[in-house]
């Protein structure tokens, strides 16, 4: 049986020679032969230093790095970062100014090695027109191509990919991000994706690993992530749920929480919830009603386009709310909207938008 391209087994890491503070904790992955598995989190959890130390650019406190069964890096040794065959790509391109496209794309290749490779995928990523431009001739998202085909010019098994996309505007990053999968599908390399952004995560990655301090949360694919979150932090961070607490009603058959009573799921029986458990809820699912003596306090709101999104202070904690447009408009006066940041509301959640995971 073929071994994984990436494992990564028990691995701590600290910036701190003392230990004191721990920068990831006792995490445990594993890449398979052509996935793309993001790793995704608040700024600070250990998204890239877990990339660095995949690359040899930082050695771990305790456990191991293996590529394709070979082991890289344990606190003994570390295998140079250079010998490993890994492919990174850069948030900030670092392309080398006094080279042109072309002279990038071949600059990992070995002396003698064939450049047909390098002209294959300066077609496949559309700069074969562009070889002889420098990086400042080129656009943000032709800049971005280029480091993707210098990476790739060796044919790694593996790619590391930091931000990649957050210098593009939105339309180059969509287009570029959808591109992303096929590229290296097409080059049989399978890569990992660190992004703060969960709809990137969610759009392009097999599987996604979420952070948060430096500990992994949970690793499943999109699908998992959004119907079986595993922690209320999942649920908040990458499917922007409200984590509310709830109480066990058994006898009322029925889950209380600060907003009100909320059903049970179906799949949940009565005595499977602890006596206090806390739940996501979807926020297009509480209702948003105008009350002048409402407890509740509107504080911000963003225009989406289809709908409002709107942020309230609920007692010690703040949520977010969905409501279309439809609803949120005087009839008959479309220019005049009826709430607005310091009306006071009232909340009510909707029972059959909840979402059917206690965690």
Not at 47 to 69: C, D, Y
Not at 207 to 221: E, F, K, N, W, Y
Not at 279 to 286: D, S
Not at 298 to 325: A, C, I, N
Request: proline fraction near 6%; charge should be negative; include cysteine.
């Amino acid at each position: 049986m073929e071994s994984p391209p990436v494992e990564i087994d028990g691995l701590w890491h600290s910036y701190d020679a003392s230990g004191a503070e721990w920068t990831l904790q006792d995490i445990n992955l594993s890449l398979q032969g052509g996935e793309l598995v993001g790793l995704l989190g608040p700024s600070g959890c250990g998204k890239t230093t877990l990339l660095r130390l995949i690359a040899g650019f930082e050695r771990p406190i305790r456990g191991s790095i293996r590529l394709h069964g070979r082991e890289v890096a344990s606190p003994q040794r570390s295998l140079a970062a250079e010998r490993r065959g890994v492919g990174m790509v850069f948030q900030d391109y670092a392309l080398f100014p006094h080279l042109n496209a072309w002279a990038n794309t071949c600059f990992g290749l070995r002396r003698g090695q064939d450049t047909g490779r390098a002209t294959w995928l300066l077609e496949l990523l559309g700069l074969e027109r562009l070889k002889e431009r420098y990086p400042h001739e080129l656009s943000g998202g032709q800049r971005q191509r280029l480091a993707l085909a210098r990476a790739l010019a060796p044919a790694p098994s593996v790619v590391l990919l930091d931000e990649p996309f957050s210098n593009l505007d939105v339309e180059v990053r969509l287009r570029l991000r959808s591109e992303l999968p096929s590229v290296l599908s097409a080059c049989n390399a399978s890569g990992v994706l660190v992004t703060h952004d969960p709809e990137e995560a969610l759009a392009i990655c097999s599987r996604v690993a979420v952070l948060r301090d430096g500990r992994l949360h949970q690793c499943a694919s999109p699908k998992e992530l959004v119907e079986s979150p595993a922690t209320p932090f999942v649920g908040s961070f990458v499917l922007q749920r409200n984590v509310l607490p709830v109480w066990n009603d058994a006898a009322g058959g029925c889950l209380r929480c600060p907003l009100g009573d909320l059903e049970r799921p179906g799949d949940l029986q009565a005595d499977a919830l602890p006596e206090e458990a806390t739940v996501l809820v979807a926020p297009e699912a509480i209702a948003l009603l105008e009350d002048a003596n409402g407890e509740d306090q509107v504080v911000g709101r963003e225009f989406l386009g289809h709908s409002w999104m709107y942020r309230v202070k609920s007692g010690d904690r703040q949520l977010r709310l969905l409501r279309p447009l439809s609803e949120d408009y005087e009839r008959g006066q479309s220019c005049r909207l009826r709430l607005q940041p310091g009306s006071s509301v009232l909340l009510h959640p909707q029972r059959r938008a909840l979402l059917t995971k206690a965690c």
